[in-house]
T-cell receptor, first 108, second 115 residues
Framework: QQPVQSPQAVILREGEDAVINCSSS?????VHWYRQKHGEAPVFLMI?????EQMRHEKISASFNEKKQQSSLYLTASQLSYSGTYFC?????????FGAGTRLTVKP | DTGVSQNPRHKITKRGQNVTFRCDPI?????LYWYRQTLGQGPEFLTY????????KSRLLSDRFSAERPKGSFSTLEIQRTEQGDSAMYLC?????????????FGPGTRLTVT
């Protein structure tokens, strides 16, 4: 079963913050985050592990809440380059189930 | 550029024809994944290999789809008797175990259009 992402879309002004959530009804052991720009392939950002530390990629950080079976991606002081669609993925054995994505648009 | 290459980048074919795509992963990576992505959706898992062994196939992968990874290097994905519903972006990802989970690095994809 694929993870559920929220919101589906976010529009920000440069410098504003945003939070993207990824939740699952199944037990999560790790959550992978990717960003995909239009017409390009997804790019790996980071992995959150159950019981692990909060991770960072530039000014983007993420956390894992075991009780809520949820991971959250925090985009701080957003830059124009952050625009794209963010996907979370939940591995199940070897395969990966991706959420439907959150489209982030950062405007000047 | 992640170091993963896919060929061709675009393929237009007529319904009923067979197509084959190739993926060259990062050489040190032992896992290789295939995904399908349609507009507005996340990548949809198809299958993956660990070295040359195909370890899992999605139920979405009908018998018209077959994938190989001879010698654990490059991989091919073949679709036989293509249908219009097969039109999508086919993504390959190269994976290695960084810590407790596998990181995946995607290639640029092959866009298939079935007319």
């Amino acid at each position: 079963q694929q993870p559920v992402q929220s919101p589906q879309a976010v529009i920000l002004r440069e410098g504003e913050d945003a939070v993207i959530n990824c939740s699952s009804s199944k037990a999560l052991y790790s959550v992978h985050w990717y960003r995909q720009k239009h017409g390009e392939a997804p790019v790996f950002l980071m992995i959150l592990l159950k019981g692990g530390e909060q991770m960072r990629h530039e000014k983007i950080s993420a956390s894992f809440n075991e009780k809520k079976q949820q991971s959250s991606l925090y985009l701080t002081a957003s830059q124009l380059s952050y625009s794209g669609t963010y996907f979370c993925g939940s591995p199940s054995r070897g395969d990966m189930r991706f959420g439907a994505g959150t489209r982030l648009t950062v405007k000047p | 550029d992640t170091g993963v290459s896919q060929n061709p980048r675009h393929k237009i074919t007529k319904r009923g024809q067979n197509v084959t795509f190739r993926c060259d992963p990062i050489s040190e990576h032992n896992r290789l994944y295939w995904y399908r992505q349609t507009l507005g959706q996340g990548p949809e898992f198809l299958t993956y290999f660990q070295n040359e062994a195909q370890l899992e196939k999605s139920r979405l992968l009908s018998d018209r789809f077959s994938a190989e990874r001879p010698k654990g290097s490059f991989s091919t994905l073949e679709i036989q008797r293509t249908e219009q519903g097969d039109s999508a972006m086919y993504l390959c990802a190269s994976g290695y175990r960084g810590g407790l989970s596998y990181e995946q690095y995607f290639g640029p994809g092959t866009r298939l259009t079935v007319t």
